[in-house]
């Protein structure tokens, strides 16, 4: 469990989403590119004047034939051809530029593609168990039984024990129609058996609710396939609703593909205005102009520095082309496009390159830059504490980060510990003797692994409290603002 | 500056090696290979058998021509297939099999011929500054009037400042014959302009005094192209003197050449017993057979965890088959050896790759365990002090690294901090102001930058001095020990 950016809530619905998260920082043009020049050309092998020279090859294979001779270990020949494109692309020292074998492959379509086969349940590590945060909506899980707080303990016979939470949901995922045999444990002391039958599970990247005063909230979490479409419908659903302001909400989305926050982008910018611009490695610029409208309604946009990608493309825009407010803090800074090449490499591996910046509307490159609110709000400091470690006792005159976060959290439930630099004072005792007496501790001043857990459930539901989302709160400040202005 | 394993003065002296530190962590076998099946068979690029496929060239190829087509800059050729050999060797995960382009190659080949072409002073980076540390003795620097303590501020017209250490030594050494036309600091405030016409400096791997009562002491820093011929004249100097026990000291020492440690254990090792064993990918194992004598005098052999490869070949062959007694701290635990093929790669870049174990006498395999000492002994708590950020001034009630460093040199000064956890109480300030009072400073006792340089000198003193050296002490007592026994 770890608390960041924005609130727990929302970390623990995209708990499953997690194993992506590293690879979905991308923005990613799907399809048959619009630039000629670009994505033909390389489907050969055959090599003309772009292929290696005789004595490239001569060193390639020397090595390849080295390792295969005399290396300690006999090598894998795939891992080898693998490990030299790897290299290659590593050499240009992009980090958007990779290599994805079968599988890795597999998964990032999987990502894109907004669904994944499973059983359709978030669960989260806690304590080295797997414990379901929440069935998701009519999914197989909810459907055979399954409910918040069950702790899983085996999959068809495997133990849980002791993997990773990845580890773990690759256990309880499985091809559509698959059974998946679980023993949950549920207060009681025997395990109880449920079978489900595993399925395509939508993950759902857009969420909306309407606020007061008529102010609409969209949650965009990452731009995939069914993304636009989502968005498309929940915007005209909260218009429906006479909807007088609107908040879109991009933080730590961290992006996507081009076409979704294109298509959701075209109703906010005027027509004949440029949603995005790209540049090619020519310096060649290509711009996007919309055919859309504009909304009568101000637009706030909450931004942090896992807004990436695809959300900085959206914050850009919105911010340049329709007049919306930024709140937050700056973007995480991706300027680039990157194009997936799968057909040319012919044995279901992929390889995702960048080959052009986009640009704002405005021709701004924001890349290793980010994008700066037009209101910067941070949230409260106990959003980002971590979890205490619980090995030992915390007491008065100790020190090291432990401390530090407690004294965090303590100071988030008011609780004035006198200082927040990781050492233990005396008015740090005295504020774990409060938080003690309240919940009915001993009130010793010690941290012990009990009261740990205490303070962190306490602060675990101030994270989830929506009046604490201090940014959130600046934005419905700053359409209102802007609906009186009107 | 750093404190690490050894003492400072040894630290200095290899400040100008530093920078083949990392490569340096080998067990070369230069020259043909005494294995018939190793080392041949791999002399050409044509590819039989061992070479890539069609469907493997093709992969390789179509990843080469995407970037050179698709990506965003324009990529470099050779650094893309030097990329492609990096990426292959790294797929093996032996941190020991590394490619070298030319440029690294030559330093490594330098590196293992123990002399470099400069100008032969050894050079610290003190606050910005190239400081000299000292000349080397009868080296250009020397004989041009090079002294310790001056600040050598530009070279052929070009200024140090804000370069490191390593950028700084690059623009000071240069070929045999040509001119390094120095500005030096000394003191006043004029620079001096010296004249150092660079030439072959050797490198002293091997370091041997006679301490009290007939012990001699071995130093060997690396195991480099003369340090076996270095190692046997200096023991045969200290058995002249009627040297009566000996210790060897290969902590902090790398490793190197396998001949040259095979070759200094030779006299150690019992005519028919083996020196080292080694074991090839087929598990077939091959045993070095000294053809030398035992030693009538007592050896101790001192080892940490900086002690790696030719090191621990030699400790454990002194141990298990000459009965020397292991004084210090673990091993580092590197049991491959490697060998460079040059030829091979046609164009002066290397590939140093692993082919071997090897085992000690009795057949024990060390990699990733490391040797452990008979005598353990660590160095005191200072040694492993780091300077303190001098940034801001510490003073009672702050807490961080920075008051952990100075606590554990005040410990190290004989002045109670009272703790040493970081956390600056009354009475570390006592023992600022007891040391500020000794040393004609403002007793105040807080840690400005100058109490901060005064404490870390008087530290760097206690460290260089000997008495310091508990596991030297430790080797010295265990020898005088079995001395008196025989």
């Known amino acids: 469990m770890f608390w960041k950016g924005r609130n ?15 690879s979905v920082l991308t923005l990613t043009i799907v399809g048959p590119l619009s630039f000629a020049e670009q994505g033909s050309g390389a489907s050969g092998g055959k090599s003309a004047a772009g292929g290696f020279t005789s004595q490239e090859l001569k060193k ?42 079968q599988k890795e492959a597999e998964q990032f379509n999987d990502m894109l593609s907004s669904s994944f086969q499973g059983i359709g349940a978030e669960v989260s590590l806690e304590e080295g168990k797997v414990k379901v945060v929440s069935p998701i909506k009519g999914s197989p899980a909810e459907r055979a039984g399954i409910r918040t707080n069950d702790i899983i303990v085996s999959v068809n016979g495997e133990k849980l024990d002791g993997l990773t939470l990845t580890e773990a949901v690759m256990k309880i995922r499985g091809a559509k129609g698959s ?71 991009v933080r730590g989305d961290p992006g996507g593909m081009l076409q979704a926050v294109v298509e959701m982008l075209e109703p906010f910018v005027p027509s004949g205005k440029p949603i995005v611009q790209v540049e090619d490695r020519a310096g060649k610029r290509e711009q996007t102009i919309s055919k859309g409208a504009s909304k009568p ?107 530090k976060n407690l004294q965090i959290m303590l100071e988030g439930l008011g609780l004035s510990p006198g200082r ?45 409290d929506p009046k604490n989302d201090l940014q959130l709160k600046a934005a419905v400040d700053a359409v209102k603002k802007a609906i009186k202005l009107k």
């Open 179 to 249: 059974q998946a045999k679980l023993q949950v444990m549920r207060g009681g002391a025997e395990p109880i058996d449920i079978v489900v039958v595993r399925d395509d599970i939508p993950i759902e990247t857009v969420h909306s609710e309407m606020l007061e005063d008529g102010i609409g909230k969209i949650e965009v979490r990452e731009f995939v396939q069914n993304t636009a479409k989502a968005f498309k419908e929940q915007l005209k659903a909260l218009e429906d609703q006479g909807m007088r302001g609107l908040i879109i909400d």
């Open 297 to 403: 309604y101000p637009i706030s946009v909450l931004i942090n520095n896992g807004s990436a990608s695809a959300s900085e493309i959206m914050a850009g825009a919105l911010q340049e082309a329709a007049g919306a407010k930024l709140v937050g803090e700056k973007t995480y800074g991706k300027g680039t496009v990157q194009v997936t090449y799968q057909q040319e490499m012919g044995d279901g591996s992929n390889i995702k390159m960048t080959v052009m910046k986009w640009l704002t509307p405005n021709g701004n490159w924001v890349h290793q830059k980010g994008i700066a609110p037009d209101l910067p709000v941070d949230q409260p400091a106990y959003f980002r504490a971590s979890p205490m470690s619980k090995k030992t006792t915390l007491k008065a005159d100790m020190l090291g980060d432990d401390v």
């Open 420 to 464: 927040t630099d990781g050492y233990f004072s005396d008015k740090t005792a005295q504020a774990v003797k409060n938080f003690q007496t309240k919940s009915g501790l001993t009130a010793d001043g010690e941290v012990d692994a009990k009261t740990a857990q205490a303070i962190e459930d306490a602060i675990t539901k101030e994270i989830r």
């Open 8 to 22: 727990l809530y929302i970390l623990l619905a995209f708990i499953l989403l997690a194993m992506f998260a590293s």
């Open 60 to 101: 390639l294979s020397t090595t390849y034939e080295l390792i295969q001779s005399q290396y300690l270990q006999e090598a894998d020949r795939t891992k080898l051809v693998d490990g030299a494109i790897r290299g290659m692309l590593d050499s240009l020292n992009d980090p958007y530029t990779t290599y994805m074998d």
